[in-house]
């Protein structure tokens, strides 16, 4: 992430949100919902791609009806030996689909996925036996509030 920041328009914000309401929705389609031309609209998406705005097109999959019904959290404490190699064998874990290093007293956040609490309780002793893990807690998901797909509220509510 470079950190540098770029200014979109409201024009370039309704592209935003109708792509992420509908990854697959046409040029065209885009281009009747704004009254613009699809070439604009083409051009657009162009330059929001260029800037890195727009990583690429994906799918959110709902990971409770392939039957992954329980998800957590976890704060791992990695000691200092073979520390690389440890968040190496974190990320790559089985049912982790999320891995970042942060800052505080634990070094390492996960998010990981199972179809049920004996899953979790094998993916959570498949962590804690990590070699260089000092601790580890686990938050476990009651509920789902808000997740990184509803972020067209954020793009409503921020001003260039």
Request: proline share 2%; no cysteine; aromatic share 6%.
């Amino acid at each position: 992430m470079s950190g540098k920041v770029e200014y979109i328009d409201d024009v370039d914000r309704s592209i935003l949100r109708l792509l992420l309401s509908n990854g697959r929705m046409p040029y065209r389609r885009i281009a009747e919902e704004l009254n613009l031309s699809e070439s604009t609209i083409y051009l657009r998406i162009k330059r929001l791609s260029k800037l890195g705005i727009l990583k690429g097109f994906t799918v959110n999959v709902d990971l409770s009806r392939l039957g992954f019904i329980v998800v957590a959290y976890m704060l791992l404490k990695v000691s200092p030996k073979n520390y690389e190699e440890s968040l190496s064998h974190v990320a790559n874990h089985l049912g982790v689909v999320e891995a970042y290093e942060v800052s505080g007293e634990h070094q390492v956040l996960v998010k990981v996925v199972a179809s049920d609490n004996k899953e979790l309780a094998r993916i959570v002793d498949g962590l804690g036996s990590v070699g260089n893990l000092a601790e580890v807690k686990v938050l476990y998901v009651l509920r789902t509030l808000r997740t990184p797909y509803e972020v067209i509220e954020i793009l409503s509510q921020h001003t260039a």
